[in-house]
């Protein structure tokens, strides 16, 4: 039976917040499926909503990566803070095998839960606060990114371009 369904939070990242005394708040929100259109129906800046993007390495690591909701991962750039020869978005299938209980899209940013890496862009530290998709394409919560990346183990780089960026 899944931990989750897609109206409301997965029960161990709320159970992991509180138990890493991540200060945090559930938002409850319309339907979204993309982390811009998230940040939207939640109020708040694409800058401070955390796109969470799967990756394939060379050697078959998967990995999580966040940006902006309003920026694109650098693959290139991805590859070489990985130390790896390149990376490859993860298949919707790939993503269901790393966490089968949240739906394609929604996996929190979590090595203890998501069970791979999580690695985020310089830009994410720019806020206090970040939102994430909370395991529903209907929930995100709110949290202290500090006390987030302290929990959680995150490593920092260069690895993504805005959007103009992107298509310039």
């Given at each position: 039976?899944?931990?989750t ?13 509180e ?52 920026d ?10 990985l ?19 949240c ?7 979590v ?6 890496d999580?690695v985020?862009?310089e ?36 690895l ?9």
């Amino acid at each position: 039976m899944a931990a989750t369904s897609d109206t409301g939070p997965f029960v161990h990242l709320i159970t992991w917040l509180e138990d890493h005394d991540v200060s945090f708040e559930v938002h409850d929100h319309p339907l979204a499926y993309t982390a811009s259109a998230t940040a939207h129906a939640e109020g708040v800046s694409e800058r401070s909503f955390g796109k969470v993007v799967g990756v394939g390495t060379a050697d078959g690591t998967k990995v999580l990566a966040v940006v902006d909701a309003s920026d694109r991962v650098d693959l290139e750039r991805l590859a070489a803070f990985l130390g790896t020869d390149w990376v490859t978005l993860l298949t919707e299938h790939e993503l269901d095998e790393i966490l089968p209980d949240c739906p394609g899209g929604t996996i929190p940013p979590v090595p203890e839960i998501a069970r791979v890496d999580v690695v985020a862009d310089e830009a994410v530290r720019a806020d206090p606060q970040i939102s994430f998709h909370a395991g529903s394409h209907r929930t995100s919560v709110r949290v202290d990114r500090q006390a987030w990346e302290r929990a959680a183990g995150i490593r920092y780089g260069s690895l993504a371009m805005t959007a103009e960026a992107a298509v310039g």
